[in-house]
């Protein structure tokens, strides 16, 4: 399954709602170029709504990775909310657990970035 | 661990093309023999995230795309293992050269989890330079071994 981006905004943060796979290819690529397109446009706020992405393979990770890199760099700041088990147990394996901002709750991941 | 059934099965082999698309073709094909061998739902997940971890290294990393270099995997239950071997045609590499993912100074790195992952998800895991190439070889344990 391919990985679809549906973006919002709520009370001024971004909130990407990504659906399928993030993996080497499409996957990974789109996330980067939806990433880069709202740093660009100025936008600080960015979610990650991860409810729906049931696999994410190395590939994918870097590209969390070079997000939330590339974020911190232009001042701005990307979390992520809802992750499923399998993602969960995976950023834990690779200890990007604690490099995130991750949240189990869209009201208060909205709140965490004012 | 839970014993499984020691059900054999006939070897697949596969010669596939240094694409995106030859990824997916392995790791369907992992899915298809971890469930026939009975592994639970979380060891099928581990062994197919390794199966398409070690085919994006072949294509990715080993041969790099070059349409003109082929991809050799084969995957078998032998009554007590699945055996996954994926071949590359490439430079060849020295897997015990590669950064630590886990170190906080690559922590940050956009790239190298892969061989990380396929060591963590499989019981076994080995190279062996072919020259030109590397093949990989995954091996998950369907039963308790007896001492």
Redesign the interface.
Known sequence: MALTIASREVDGVTVLDLSGRITLGEGSVQLRDAIRGLISKGQKSILLNLAEVNYIDSSGLGELVSAFTTAKNQQADVKLLNLTKKVHDLLQLTKLYTVFDIKDDEASAIASFK | MKPVSGARSERQSLTLKST?ES?AVIEAAAKQQAAEAGLDEDEC?HVC?AA??GA?NA??HGNEYDPGKKIAASIENNGSALIITIADQGKGFDPDSLPD??APEN????????I??IR?FMDEVHFRQLNPGTELTMVKHLAPEIK
């Open positions: 995106v990824v997940f995230m398409h971890e994006v294509v990715l993912p886990l922590i940050l790195r956009g790239t190298g989890r892969g990380f992952l963590s």
